[in-house]
């Protein structure tokens, strides 16, 4: 697939799934996500005050927890290209009213910020949607400053054999029956297979985010390496 046609292809899928992605995270990933998320927030020990940059930020949910981190002498972004993800996001701003928070209309693959403007930059389940992995890392590596981190959570490719199995299977056929039942989306469900099972295990991510330009990267696995951590340092 073109460049052009997986951009377009993800970025129908989410103007289409916006209603149900909330609800469908919760349920195709068991509620998984959501601790997966504190976890990576632990490790980030994200100050008062710093600024923050979060990619692909969807319904807003790890901007909106950034948001909180930093308080209201910081400064978070979230950038998606999906007017109608952000459309969620923008109601859960309002509900929570966090001035801090300011919601961009943008493309990961040319970021619309100057060279080392946030302290911390993060993607969450946005790598492996956008058309090229390494134009992206070297975006957010170019926006976030020296001694800044950035921090990707995303599927990834479990070892263990027979659990390996298991897990493709259930990404392959259960997902996408799921996501016809609950969202009457089999065709976007089955992208989310797709794309989850042509991205690239946690040790070739990590070697991706050393020739982006990170001279640190630590990575954890989430139960059972269904879901990694990489964390780079500028
Ligand atoms: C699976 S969702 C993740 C949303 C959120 N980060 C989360 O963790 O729930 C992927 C998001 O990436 C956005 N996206 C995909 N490709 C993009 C691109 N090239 N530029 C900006 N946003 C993109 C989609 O619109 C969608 O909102």
Redesign the pocket.
């Given at each position: 697939m073109s460049e052009r046609s997986k951009?377009e292809r993800?970025?129908h899928?989410?103007?289409k799934i916006?209603t149900k992605?909330?609800s469908m995270?919760s349920i195709i990933s068991f509620q998984r996500?959501k601790s997966w998320?504190k976890d990576v927030m632990k490790k980030m020990k994200v100050r008062e005050g710093a600024s923050a940059l979060?990619?692909?930020?969807?319904?807003?949910?790890?901007?909106i927890s950034l948001a909180e981190a930093v308080g209201e002498n910081g400064k978070v972004v979230g950038?998606?290209?999906?007017q109608?993800?952000?459309s969620v996001a923008k109601e859960k701003k309002e509900r929570s009213s966090l001035d801090q928070l300011e919601l961009v209309h943008?493309?990961?693959?040319e970021l619309p910020f100057a060279d080392n403007s946030f302290d911390y930059v993060?993607?969450?389940?946005?790598l492996?949607?956008?058309?090229d992995y390494m134009t992206?890392l070297k975006e957010m590596y170019r926006v976030v400053r020296p001694g800044g981190l950035v921090v990707c959570?995303e599927t990834s490719q479990p070892t263990l054999i027979g659990y390996r199995q298991l897990y493709y299977f259930y990404f392959r056929f259960i997902m996408p029956a799921i996501g016809r039942l609950m969202a009457k989306s089999y065709k976007e469900y089955a992208w989310?297979n797709e794309s989850a099972r042509n991205f690239p295990d946690k040790d070739t991510l990590k070697r991706m985010f050393y020739n982006a330009g990170f001279s640190t990267v630590h990575v954890k696995s989430y139960t059972g390496g269904v879901a990694a951590m990489h964390m780079g340092i500028k």
């Open positions: 951009e993800v970025h899928v989410f103007e916006y992605y909330d995270n996500h998320r979060d990619v692909c930020c969807g319904t807003g949910d790890w901007a950038l998606d290209f999906s109608n993800m952000l943008g493309n990961a693959m993060t993607i969450g389940f946005g492996r949607n956008v058309p992206v959570l989310l």
